[in-house]
């Protein structure tokens, strides 16, 4: 069986977390972070932000054209292009809870801007469909940084390898049993691995 691989995006493989912070450095000063920054999963907590700033943040967020299409890479360029080649070889889909305007053409647009050819974006309606989409596109391989969207996975989708990406927000699903790969590229490392495991065993 050939693996079907999913990403997720924000704090996966995209530095929300610069864009977020780029816009509360504007309107209140806090320096500008990179999601490897990010302390804690609630970000008024990481952040210092109150109830009403973090609201207006995301109401400029959702309200923009662009700020999903422009944001930085949290992977190294090497790492990039080999999600670009795989995305070639095997089919990718990269699951995504943004909110927004057009903000699935705005996340297609940045995957090309990449060099992925004809990305698939799924944009799912809470953390914990993603289990249920999981299953639906048959995924093998899932990687999030999102503890409860790990969780979700394993429950609803027993044939998904879902891996988190290790963080330092996130570090609180070891208590869970849950599996931690250090970067994309050794995620990527397993999935190969996977198929040549198969390719042995056949
Ligand atoms: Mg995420």
Redesign the pocket.
Known sequence: MRPIVSF?????IVDFIHGFTTLANQHYGIPILSGSQQSDWNLDVAFGLSENQSSHIWGNIIEDRRFWAELPLMVTQVEMDRIVRMSEEFDTYFVTMRTGLAVKDQSEEWLRSCGIKNPSVIVSRGGRVKGLISKAIGATHFL???VEVVQAILEQSPGTDAALIERPYNRYGRDFGLRFVKTVDSFLDDVYASVESQSVES
Do not use: A, F
Not at 8 to 12: E, K, M, S, V
């Open positions: 997720d995006l924000d704090g996966t999030e940084d999102n």
